[in-house]
């Protein structure tokens, strides 16, 4: 299915909305990273560009249904102005009487922030009343929010079922062309890297990725649970003992569908966070330690198998990386795939970005996912409600 691009409709003197993914860390009423503010501009000027009204709307944080003044777009609206090199009207709301008169008064070419969405609880309710209410401001409606996709809210879903004119914004697109090629086409060899804290939270990527890469290396605490499925000891690291069984069946099934499976051969341990690290001389870790990070053997042999991939899909950290003393083996793993030539590399997960991010190597992948949750869902192979609504 091909989702419908917003160049295809026509927006000339239009309102169009725009859900966006303004949801920026504000702290004392400034944007303190406006990254996902300037990944939507493209597709806010281009609407400006055929001089449509502008009428863009987002979430911010976690709001628990009424307002709060910490979670206000105000701050995102001035940055806003200033990426724009515009001037732009900021309400103070996203439904109801005071925002039906500003969009009344909209002249061509102008733009208006709506208040953050979840002041209403009947967003995530996806609540069908609220819904009409926002599909009544517009004649078209675009989706750039990928990191909101996998959510069936009233902004990201439930509106698009009362507006005529739907459309995919280009943040939208780019993420979902990428994703896509990864998932449906990847040329081979195809290595997915793993990590983070938990198999629980990867089971379903692995179970959908399994026929089509050829290696998973693995690494973070959710390579423990796989060792100690093996039989190895693994101390007092993260190991999800309730997860064993899964682990082992993963295991199995990787053989059965040729797909290697790399794990660590050693790590990085310390009897706390603040201890200091040592590197283990073998697969095993000690009873009184716990494993922060991969070992040097390791990261030779993770850093090496990557040099025979073609595309790579990477997402979760190896190690507890947000500790300076653990970062190594993530940050390693990063360089490793970001010298690689001729490579397709995309990265999601919150974590990852920050990793990538904190290196400066972003422009070093193809792509860079702005969707946490959304991206796995996406590897999931899973419908996303905010996309499903776009398709033509
Ligand atoms: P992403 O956000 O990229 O999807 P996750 O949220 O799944 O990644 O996992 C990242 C988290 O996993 C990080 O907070 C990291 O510290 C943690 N982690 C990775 N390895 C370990 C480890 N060995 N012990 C404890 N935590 C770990
Ligand atoms: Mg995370």
Redesign the pocket.
């Known amino acids: 299915m091909k989702i419908r691009s917003i160049e295809t409709l026509d927006l000339r003197g239009k309102r169009v909305f725009i859900r966006v993914d303004f949801n920026v860390p504000v702290k004392d009423g400034v944007v303190k990273n406006d990254k996902r503010i300037r990944s939507a501009l493209d597709t806010i000027n281009y609407a400006l560009s055929k001089n449509a009204k502008v009428i863009l709307a987002s979430h911010l944080g976690r709001p628990k249904g009424g307002f709060e003044q910490k979670y206000s777009m105000m701050p995102v609206g001035e940055r806003l102005k200033e990426l724009l090199k515009k001037d732009i009207k900021v309400a103070d709301d996203c439904i109801g009487d005071g925002v039906k008169k500003l969009v009344a008064d909209m002249k061509e070419g102008e733009v208006l922030l709506l208040e953050n969405l979840r002041f209403h609880k009947e967003e995530e309710a996806n609540d069908e009343n609220f819904a009409k209410e926002l599909a009544s401001l517009c004649d078209v409606y675009i989706n750039d929010a990928f990191g909101t996709a996998h959510r069936a809210h009233a902004s990201t879903e439930g509106m698009a079922h009362f507006v005529k004119e739907k459309a995919a914004g280009f943040l939208m697109l780019k993420e979902v062309e990428h994703l896509d090629r990864v998932l449906l086409s990847p040329e081979k060899p195809f290595i997915t890297i793993l990590g983070?804290a938990k198999v629980s939270d990867k089971i379903s990527v692995i179970t959908n990725l399994m026929k089509k890469v050829d290696t998973f290396i693995i690494g973070g605490a959710m390579a423990y649970t796989f060792l100690k499925a093996q039989g190895y000891k693994m101390g007092k690291s993260l190991v999800e003992d309730d997860r064993l069984d899964v682990a082992k069946e993963i295991l199995d099934n990787a053989r059965k569908s040729g797909a290697e499976i790399l794990l660590p051969e050693d790590h990085i341990v310390a009897k706390d966070e603040n201890s200091e690290p040592v590197a283990t001389s073998s697969v095993n870790i000690e009873d009184d330690m716990i494993g922060y990070d991969i070992g040097p053997k390791t990261i030779r042999k993770f850093s090496d198998a990557l040099k025979k991939a073609k595309t790579i899909f990477f997402n979760g950290p190896s190690g507890l990386f947000e500790n300076p003393k653990f970062a190594n083996g993530t940050f390693e793993i990063v360089k490793a795939v970001a010298e690689l030539k001729g490579v397709v590399s995309v990265a999601g997960?919150?974590?990852t970005v920050t990793a990538i991010e904190s290196l400066k190597l972003e422009g070093k992948f193809t792509h860079i996912s702005t969707g946490?949750g959304a991206s796995l869902e996406f590897m999931e192979g899973k419908e996303l409600p905010g996309i499903k609504i776009l398709e033509e």
């Open positions: 983070g997960g919150g974590d946490g």
